[in-house]
């Protein structure tokens, strides 16, 4: 998913994840990459033979992984992610795949209803500090009128 406008690897269940997803972060190019721009699952029957994505496939099974399948993660026509699963004993079946999309729709609604709570909590923080402020800057207006150096006014209609 996308942190600051950048690519990284939010949660993992194999510390070696990471590091095979940074191939695709340096280079730009890989398929949950793609599963995340294009908004469609890319599969790597194997690592060995790929040549969509050599540099990332050279990574892949240099770490043991021989089957890709990389799933977006989509919620109202627009992505919020994408989901990578790598196996190092077969290759992702057309099954595999049906019960990642399953998995995957469901992931995304999770994920996108988390950004929405955060994005309103930091709204109701910054919501919040603004009323902190505003007896400060009504009693600030209060002292420049009073010294005349200015009048209450109303919005004009020009």
């Known amino acids: 998913m996308l942190v600051d406008g950048r690519a990284t690897t939010a949660v ?22 793609d599963a995340f721009r294009h908004q469609r699952v890319y599969r790597i029957t194997s690592t060995a033979e790929d040549t969509d994505w050599p540099q990332f496939s050279a990574v892949a099974s240099a770490h043991g992984v021989i089957s890709t399948l990389s799933l977006p993660l989509v919620v109202r026509h627009e992505g919020v992610g994408a ?17 990642g999309l399953v998995f995957a729709t469901q992931a995304a609604i999770v994920l996108a209803n988390a950004q929405a709570y955060w994005d309103a909590r930091t709204l109701s923080e910054q919501l919040n500090e603004a009323m902190q402020y505003r007896a400060i ?12 150096a200015a009048t209450p006014t109303t919005p004009s209609n020009s």
């Open 137 to 148: 800057i009504e009693q600030a207006k209060g002292i420049i009128m009073a010294t005349g």
């Open 83 to 99: 989901l990578n699963l790598y196996s190092r004993s077969e290759v992702f079946s057309w099954a595999d795949e049906e019960l």
């Open 12 to 33: 993992f269940t194999d510390d070696e994840a990471p590091e095979i997803d940074t191939a695709q972060y340096e280079t730009g190019v890989g398929p949950c990459l």
